[in-house]
């Protein structure tokens, strides 16, 4: 199944392909806005000394209103939890009137995980699957830049403080009902 979506400043389009034992997503994104995008997409585990891990398969995993939610994007620390710091995944640069695609594999059944939130995964369900891909619009203000670090594939931006409610979402779906494992 494919979708789109866009705002005044991104155009998202993806297709899903939902197997026995995996979920396919491919999408696109465009930059339509007249400054650079910065695409919360190069998301890693943890921080390791000689870099960030990123992994183009590492997604987000929430349950929402009873939807299954595969994304790429900022994920808000909850308000009930006390953290260090906060996790702020590497970024794409896409420039005014540029794109970026990728193909991501996810293993199923999904099984709920964020920065701050990890499922046992013991209780099994199907639930209809959205996909999200968070962004910036420039940066995070005037006097902030975001400064490249080392990946196992080269390199990747990313800036030190960003709060979530300045990231702006792009959402499809439903694509259909995934098995997901829950506590």
């Known amino acids: 199944m494919r ?4 705002d005044p400043h991104a155009w998202l389009e993806a297709s ?10 491919a999408y696109v994104v465009e930059n339509r806005s007249p400054v650079v995008l910065h695409l919360f997409n ?13 992994d183009p398969d590492r997604v987000e995993i929430e349950i929402r209103d009873g939807l299954a939610l595969v994304s790429k994007k900022l994920v808000p620390v909850p308000d009930d939890m006390e953290f260090e710091f906060v996790h702020l995944p590497c970024m794409t640069q896409l420039l005014q009137g540029a794109s970026f695609e990728e193909r991501v594999s996810v ?19 199907r639930r209809p699957m959205l996909f ?27 800036f030190d403080a960003f709060t979530a409610s300045k990231q702006r ?9 995934v098995p997901t494992m829950e506590d």
Do not use: H, N
Request: positive net charge.
């Open 132 to 158: 999200a891909l968070g962004y910036s619009l420039g940066g995070p203000g005037p006097s902030k830049v975001a400064r490249v670090v080392r990946t196992p594939d080269g390199t990747a931006l990313r």
């Open 42 to 54: 190069r998301l890693y585990r943890r921080c390791e000394a000689d870099g960030y891990p990123v």
């Open 107 to 125: 293993p199923l059944p999904l099984v709920p995980r964020t920065p701050y939130q990890r499922s046992l995964g013991i209780v099994p369900r």
């Open 169 to 177: 979402l792009l959402t499809l779906g439903p694509f259909g009902d």
């Open 3 to 6: 979708l789109q979506t866009s």
């Open 16 to 25: 899903v392909d939902i197997e026995a034992s995996r979920v396919s997503i």
